[in-house]
């Protein structure tokens, strides 16, 4: 069976420091991978998205960054956060089937703290 | 994707099924019916999924009325577990790329 794992659980950096947060997904072949955002209380922002190995699709202008080096691999950086860059991230994969129509599964998703 | 509604929180006693309601009065014909939950500070977990017949998995069953308009998540025996934030979703078939947006949800509480 298909697991995704995303790390660090939790995470407090100042401002203006860098950011790496790192998703891995185990038991499937070229998934699509996505990145989202949940802000305390509202609903799930898509940042970003992968359909394959340096393909990446970005769906809000801001300072982050996605990188996706190896099939199962997809990070998510900053070089310099702000602290509107607080949230709980979340990564997600669903299967890259030909007509779609595939639920996307989450991590438990990293909860980042902007000081 | 079409808007769904939901009821703002709902209360279930443990053994008994929870019915969760959703309408999506605006669905389109090529519009798919998802529903997830989230257990606080987890990320969301699929549930059901489905497009005009009614589906039932090892986790709940999904029944979707005749005209689509509307529809309810069942949760056959709810346990304290399933205490959470049920969201229902309506969108096309998912292609890469595509984004789930989700709504305010349903918090469930199941009660001893």
């Known amino acids: 069976s298909q697991t995704i794992h995303q790390w660090p659980a939790t995470l407090v950096q100042p401002v203006g420091s860098p950011l790496s947060l790192e998703c891995t997904v185990e038991?499937?072949?070229?998934?699509?991978l996505y990145w989202y955002r949940q802000a305390a209380g509202r609903g799930l922002q898509l940042l970003f998205y992968?359909?394959?190995?340096?393909?990446i699709s970005s769906e809000v202008p801001q300072n982050l960054s996605a990188s996706r080096p190896q099939d199962r691999q997809f990070i998510l950086s900053s070089k310099k956060l702000l602290l509107s860059d607080s949230g709980f991230y979340l990564c997600?994969?669903?299967?890259?089937?030909?007509?779609?129509?595939?639920?996307?599964?989450f991590g438990d998703g990293t909860r980042l703290s902007i000081l | 994707d079409a808007k769904t509604t939901q009821p703002t929180s709902m209360d279930c006693a443990e053994g008994r099924a929870a019915n969760l309601p959703c309408n999506h009065s605006?669905?389109?014909?090529?519009?798919?019916v998802y529903w997830y939950r989230q257990i606080h500070s987890q990320g969301p977990q699929y549930i059901i999924h489905g497009l005009k017949n009614n589906e039932t998995n090892e986790m709940a069953s999904l029944i979707i009325t005749e005209d689509r308009k509307s529809s309810t998540l069942i949760l056959p025996h709810a346990t304290l577990r399933d205490t959470a934030v049920y969201y229902c979703?309506?969108?096309?078939?998912?292609?890469?790329?595509?984004?789930?947006?989700f709504g305010e949800g349903t918090q469930l509480t199941v009660n001893p």
């Open positions: 605006t669905i389109s014909g090529n519009e798919y």
């Open positions: 038991g499937t072949s070229n998934p699509n």
């Open positions: 979703i309506v969108r096309v078939e998912e292609t890469s790329g595509s984004r789930l947006t």
């Open positions: 997600a994969w669903s299967l890259s089937i030909p007509g779609g129509n595939q639920p996307q599964h």
């Open positions: 992968s359909v394959g190995i340096g393909q």
